[in-house]
């Protein structure tokens, strides 16, 4: 779902950025997912359901992560803006 979502929000962008980085932090593997964006990202709705700056019909999958990952103490999100990138972050556990 991440990748989606980053897919979908450089879509419309002239110059379109997606970095995955996966690597280890204490004790989780992490994927960290950063894209550039367009509009302005209120970080604190992100997870409400339907939440979105990409128009009609969009605004569920990063709500139905939060749900599953809420059912599993195994995994952990973050997500953060970066200078031009929205960053999300996925923490498994080992």
Do not use: C, P, W
């Amino acid at each position: 779902m991440y990748l989606d979502n980053a897919i979908q929000a450089v879509n419309e962008l002239s110059e379109k950025y997606i970095i995955l980085e996966i690597y280890l932090e204490d004790d989780n593997i992490v994927f960290s997912l950063s894209n550039n964006y367009k509009d302005k990202i209120n970080i604190s709705e992100v997870d409400m359901k339907g939440y979105t700056t990409k128009g009609f019909g969009h605004g569920y999958g990063l709500s139905l992560v939060k749900d599953i990952l809420s059912k599993n103490d195994v995994l952990t999100q973050k997500r953060e803006l970066n200078g031009i990138y929205f960053v999300q972050k996925l923490y498994i556990k080992k």
